[in-house]
Structure formats: C-alpha cells, structure tokens
C-alpha cells in the first residue's frame, strides 16, 4: 500500500522533521510504501489573512533535508507552470491541486518533467472525465501519472466521496489514491475550511476495500495549532491504528 503523508504546509523545520521520523518509524512497523507530502506554499486559501508560506526556496530545502536525511521520496503541490522546474530540483513527486485538474499549461509542464504527477480529482469532476487530464499530464513525456479523489461538493458546505470512482478512475491512470482528509472537509465554513477528522478512518477503510491503489493523509501533531487545514488533518499519533486496520482489509482481500 502507497501512503502519502505529512502535514498540509512547512511551517518550520522542527515539526517536518518530527513528523517525518514518525511516519519512516511506522513505515518500518508496518512496511507500506511512504511518499512524505508537504506543501511548499499554498496558494488556495479561504481568507486573504490564511497563512501561505514561510518563503518558496525555504520551504522546498526543507523537503530536501527530508529526503536526504530520512532517505524517502518527497512530494509537493505546484500551482502554476512557472513553479514546476524551481519544484522539481527538491521532490520526486509532483502534485496538481484538485482546483487545477484542468489547466492544462499545468498539467503539460509537470508532465514534462518526467517525474510521476499526482492530479488530484476535481470536486466538481466525474471519474471519465479526469481521462482528459491524464492525457494532457502524458502528452510531452509520458509521465506516470496518479489520480486521487478527493470527493465532490454536494450541496454548499459539505463533500461526499464516491468510491465507484476508484475502479473507474484505474482503467484511465497509472495509480488511483484515495485522499482521506480532504475529504472530509466542510468548504465555505467561513474564514477557513471546516472538516470532520472522526470520519477519516472510514473513508481510509472504504477506499483500501475498493481496491485503492494508496491513500493520502494529512498528518500533524497538533491539528488544532496547524497553519493550514487545522479542522482536517489527522493527529498523527492516531495513524498507526488505522494503518494497520487498512493493512488488514487488504490482507483480507488477497
């Protein structure tokens, strides 16, 4: 099993260290393959005053000293096309934004690059239709490309997930992954974001049990003081559990 996993943004070096020491300790526990996830800026945010970043080229050497201290591959979000070639010198992973599923100048720029692109499912997208941007992450190179849902906005404040994506979304892409925080989040909530983190490990059980390839999960040592996605991110003493209950229910299926 793939998990990726991390906190949302790089606050400080502290708390990526931490948190990187304990996902490469549970990782050797329970032997899935880790990808470390941090975003290196963030660039959708709900309020003008959200906290954004402590500076591109800071942030991006930090997740280099993940990767080279902790020897694990390192993924991040870009945002536009002019970020891809700074990114792509720090991680191995690149990541497009569910919000930009579609931009296609994007989409083709990372894929340039040769390194595996995760585009994450638009929550106003259909599974088909994310076929369209596969295509378009493929075209100059050929990259690997991952598709993750995310869930889908139903109503104004709230997302559902629809795990018949999953199979769907495998007969169109190299590797699907199930976000299982994102997803549990309450959009337009107010300043931020809202969530609900109790339903995490549902989600997390449900997409190994489809068949998913991986799952994603924002991880933090203290959600409640996180600079961003406080109200979804998992408290990461909490990952081990569901972890192995995940493993499980794919031991079970084998």
Same mark, same amino acid.
């Given at each position: 099993?793939i998990?990726?996993a ?10 990526i ?5 304990k996902?490469?300790?549970l @990782?050797?526990?329970?032997g899935? @393959?880790?990808i470390?996830?941090? /975003?290196?800026?963030?660039a959708?945010r709900?309020?003008?005053n959200s ?5 591109d080229e800071?942030?991006?050497q930090i ?7 902790f020897?694990? &591959?390192? =993924?991040?979000?870009?945002?536009d096309?002019t ?6 010198q720090y991680v191995?992973y690149?990541?497009?934004p569910?919000f ?6 994007l989409?083709?720029? %990372?894929g340039k690059?040769?390194?595996?692109v995760n585009?994450?499912?638009g ?9 369209l941007?596969?295509?378009k992450t493929?075209?100059?190179a ?6 993750t ?8 404040n709230?997302?559902?997930v ?8 495998k007969k169109?892409?190299?590797k699907?992954?199930v976000d ?7 959009p337009?909530? #107010?300043?931020?974001? #809202?969530?609900?983190p /109790?339903?995490i490990?549902t989600?997390?059980?449900a997409?190994v %049990?489809?068949?998913?390839?991986g799952l994603? =999960?924002e991880v933090?040592?203290n &959600?409640?003081k996180?600079?961003s996605? %406080?109200?979804?991110?998992l408290?990461?003493d909490? =990952?081990?559990n569901?972890?192995s ?6 031991n079970?299926?084998k």
């Amino acid at each position: 099993m793939i998990l990726i996993a991390g906190p949302c943004v790089v606050e400080n070096e502290k708390m990526i260290f931490e948190i990187a020491e304990k996902l490469c300790k549970l @990782q050797e526990k329970q032997g899935f @393959q880790l990808i470390f996830k941090a /975003s290196y800026k963030k660039a959708n945010r709900s309020s003008l005053n959200s906290f954004t970043g402590i500076g591109d080229e800071k942030a991006l050497q930090i997740l280099e000293k993940v990767k080279k201290n902790f020897h694990i &591959p390192v =993924l991040t979000d870009v945002h536009d096309k002019t970020e891809v070639a700074l990114a792509s010198q720090y991680v191995d992973y690149l990541q497009i934004p569910a919000f930009l599923c579609r931009q296609t100048e994007l989409l083709i720029e %990372a894929g340039k690059t040769g390194k595996t692109v995760n585009v994450k499912k638009g929550q106003w997208m259909s599974a088909e239709s994310m076929s369209l941007a596969v295509e378009k992450t493929k075209s100059p190179a050929n990259a690997e490309v991952w598709l993750t849902e995310r869930g889908t906005i139903f109503g104004y404040n709230d997302l559902v997930v629809d795990f018949t994506s999953v199979p769907k979304m495998k007969k169109i892409c190299d590797k699907v992954i199930v976000d299982c925080t994102h997803s549990v989040q309450k959009p337009n909530a #107010g300043l931020t974001t #809202g969530g609900d983190p /109790s339903m995490i490990e549902t989600i997390a059980k449900a997409a190994v %049990a489809v068949g998913a390839d991986g799952l994603f =999960l924002e991880v933090h040592p203290n &959600p409640e003081k996180a600079m961003s996605d %406080a109200a979804s991110m998992l408290q990461i003493d909490k =990952l081990e559990n569901i972890i192995s209950k995940c493993l499980l229910i794919i031991n079970a299926l084998k």
